[in-house]
């Protein structure tokens, strides 16, 4: 995924208006959208070379930590099996 997409997904002019209860959150996979998300932006940091997109790019990797955490400590969070599935899918290629 390009570093643009990643700072346009989690900017916060781009913010859900949804309100989901909190025991349908599926935490485990969204942790798993997070966690491989920031894999590719701390690759992608590492790649550009424009000032303005590295500090977006690391605004956006701050966001995704912090929903990462928020995902882990949820009631519906299983570690075990979004280790499993993490470790699976990290070294697949991206399409």
């Not at 995924?1 to 909190?22: C, H």
């Not at 969070?77 to 399409?95: E, Q, S, T, W």
């Amino acid at each position: 995924m390009l570093a643009a997409n990643f700072i346009r997904k989690y900017t916060s002019s781009n913010a859900s208006k949804a309100v989901v209860p909190y025991y349908k959150i599926k935490a485990t996979e969204k942790w798993l959208e997070y966690a491989l998300d920031i894999v590719d932006m701390q690759n992608a940091l590492l790649l550009t070379k424009d000032i303005n997109e590295k500090f977006n790019l690391m605004s956006a990797l701050e966001v995704a930590e912090r929903k990462k955490a928020y995902m882990y400590k949820h009631k519906n969070f299983n570690l075990d099996r979004a280790l499993h599935i993490f470790n699976a899918v990290k070294h697949l290629p991206k399409k």
